[in-house]
């Protein structure tokens, strides 16, 4: 008899919406949350309706090394999708945002809730969504949709605003965000996490007002050099002193690239030439030195220095090399005596010396006659 009630209430659980009820977990500290729905009002909906339960929203800038671009990442945390029918309509989940004053959409979508595509520049996902403690959050899961920055008509100093979810199961709406969610085609306003966003906004916009100021993938690292131009002699060295500081609370590894990178070396924990990694623990700070050794020929010029880590930061630092030449080698008179040579009178005084000298013993000679 216990086993049956225990049982059947799961099963009210699961049909009566914010019974289990939660809040995501916070974003990670290098995103931004746009949204948060009204404390999962989709719930036992989806046991009912195909759609998912849009749970959250956040975006995070990061520089993508396949893209080869600084980019925007949109991360949708999501459950449910089916109800227990045979029915398998597509479902969409469609992102709005604007940039400036100029209006945004893309758009994830799947067909069987397992592979997911969109028109974004790039989709990944799904994958499990954690608790703050790091253990699954039951059954949710998030995609991210990737933007190039250029592709959105942003860039720094940009505003992202006006972000909002909209769920679809075929040509039904589902779940939304900001707000409740449309059940028959009518739309139901239920947001009992209002008191909750008052009190920690940052966690819980559900009212869809934040705004997002582009600044570029620099929130995870910072670069800094000891000066901002060098001058080296024409096959000597010189030395850049490079200070690198992990901005998070969490370890990252970092790779340090030089364009161009001839005559350009790197000693951390080893030397390494025109590129090296390192590998920085939280919130540390580590000193990489930066040997430059131009070769024989080489002009002024910017060298630019790339710092990436494995999280998604980017940051750029270009430091001028002056060369200066080597001295032209210096030629000497043909008529140099040996003297000159040997180390006596310089050569071009020899000549006038000599002459000096016979002019002398003519005029005696002139004399005693």
């Not at 604007?98 to 209006?103: A, L, P, R, T, W």
């Not at 959105?152 to 979810?165: E, P, Q």
């Not at 951390?268 to 590998?279: L, V, W």
């Not at 630019?304 to 030449?325: H, K």
Request: net charge negative.
């Amino acid at each position: 008899m216990r086993r049956t009630l225990a049982l059947s209430a799961v099963v009210v659980g699961l049909l009566i919406p914010g019974v289990v009820a939660h809040p995501a977990a916070p974003p990670v500290e290098y995103a931004t949350r746009l949204l948060h729905d009204c404390n999962d009002d989709w719930g036992g909906h989806s046991t009912v309706n195909d759609g998912h339960d849009t749970i959250a929203l956040d975006l995070y800038e990061a520089h993508n090394a396949t893209l080869d671009a600084d980019v925007i990442v949109f991360k949708l945390v999501l459950n449910g999708g089916y109800n227990g029918d045979a029915t398998r309509p597509a479902l969409e989940d469609v992102v709005t945002f604007k940039v400036g004053e100029q209006s945004v959409t893309r758009k994830f979508r799947t067909v069987d809730n397992v592979a997911f595509t969109g028109d974004f520049d790039a989709v990944a996902g799904p994958k499990a969504f954690n608790t703050a403690a790091g253990a699954a959050d039951g059954a949710r899961f998030y995609l991210e949709g990737i933007v190039r920055l250029s592709t959105i008509g942003a860039s720094v100093g940009s505003t992202i605003s006006a972000a909002a979810v909209q769920g679809y199961a075929g040509s039904t709406k589902a779940d939304h965000m900001p707000g409740g969610y449309t059940s028959g085609g009518q739309t139901v306003q239920d947001c009992s996490t209002i008191a909750t966003e008052q009190a920690s906004p940052a966690r819980y916009p559900v009212s869809g007002t934040i705004q997002y100021k582009v600044k570029g993938p620099v929130q995870y690292a910072s670069l800094a050099s000891d000066v901002s131009s060098v001058t080296v002699a024409e096959d000597g060295n010189a030395t850049v002193t490079l200070t690198i500081k992990n901005l998070l609370k969490q370890a990252q590894k970092a790779t340090l690239r030089a364009t161009p990178s001839a005559g350009i070396a790197f000693h951390a924990a080893s030397y390494r030439t025109g590129e090296t990694t390192i590998d920085l623990e939280a919130e540390a700070q580590k000193t990489v030195h930066m040997y430059v050794t131009p070769a024989t020929g080489a002009k002024d010029g910017p060298v630019t220095l790339r710092l990436t880590t494995n999280l998604g930061g980017s940051v750029l630092v270009t430091i001028q090399v002056n060369v200066d030449e080597a001295p032209a080698p210096t030629t000497t008179a043909s008529t140099v005596s040996p003297k000159a040579e040997s180390g006596g009178l310089p050569g071009p005084m020899v000549p006038a010396a000599l002459f000096a000298l016979a002019a002398a013993a003519a005029a005696t000679t002139r004399r005693r006659g």
